[in-house]
T-cell receptor, first 115, second 112 residues
Framework: DAGVIQSPRHEVTEMGQEVTLRCKPI?????LFWYRQTMMRGLELLIY????????DSGMPEDRFSAKMPNASFSTLKIQPSEPRDSAVYFC?????????????FGPGTRLTVT | DAKTTQPPSMDCAEGRAANLPCNHS???????VYWYRQIHSQGPQYIIH???NNETNEMASLIITEDRKSSTLILPHATLRDTAVYYC?????????????FGKGTHLIIQP
């Protein structure tokens, strides 16, 4: 299995531009999570989906952030418009809800730089 | 508020056992203790979890005190590749259906 796939791995954009981050979860997993990591705030949960339905988006910082999961094998996190303070590493993770371990498998992350 | 307390950093000699402590004095009866680690520039990786019994897998052992207020993650023979930030997390196991709340973790440095 290829694991969780994220694209792009690196993104550099200018303030005000739209940014779209993509994630392909592990096949068969039915929960998907978006996290953000910065030096100041550490790892933070932004939003998660169960069976493609958003369950908790309380971690989304503001309305500029939106996430979708149109099907079981794809999710996007969009920032519009982007700001320099959005610079961070964004991780996607997936898991099998209902499984005994509840372990989450993380992707390699997308490093976003907003100038 | 953080549910767990961990030392910010620890050193361990290569080949020795690394013992990483975690305090979780307010843990509830239905909450499990999970350990993840994050090697530099990678995503976090699941290590092990437990409820009240000691657990062992191919990566590590988890020792939970009888009152469940603290635990220790043991890497039996640490290698340089074990240098990472280790996170102790308490959560109700929803079978993976809910998100993880990460604290600051312990930066474990394995010395050659």
């Amino acid at each position: 299995d290829a694991g969780v796939i994220q694209s792009p791995r690196h993104e550099v954009t200018e303030m005000g531009q739209e940014v779209t981050l993509r994630c392909k979860p592990i096949s068969g997993h039915n929960s998907l999570f978006w996290y953000r990591q910065t030096m100041m705030r550490g790892l933070e949960l932004l939003i998660y989906f169960n069976n493609n339905v958003p369950i908790d988006d309380s971690g989304m910082p503001e309305d500029r952030f939106s996430a979708k999961m149109p099907n079981a094998s794809f999710s996007t996190l969009k920032i519009q418009p982007s700001e320099p303070r959005d610079s961070a590493v964004y991780f996607c993770a997936s898991s099998l809800a209902g499984g005994l371990a509840g372990e989450q498998y993380f992707g390699p992350g997308t490093r976003l730089t907003v100038t | 508020d953080a549910k767990t307390t961990q030392p910010p950093s620890m050193d361990c000699a290569e080949g020795r056992a690394a013992n990483l402590p975690c305090n979780h004095s307010t843990i509830s009866g239905n909450e499990y203790v999970y350990w993840y680690r994050q090697i530099h520039s990678q995503g976090p990786q699941y290590i092990i979890h437990g409820l009240k019994n000691n657990e062992t897998n191919e990566m590590a052992s988890l020792i939970i005190t009888e009152d469940r207020k603290s635990s220790t993650l043991i890497l039996p023979h640490a290698t340089l590749r074990d240098t990472a930030v280790y996170y102790c997390i308490v959560r109700v196991t929803g079978g993976g259906a809910d998100g993880l709340t990460f604290g600051k973790g312990t930066h474990l440095i394995i010395q050659p």
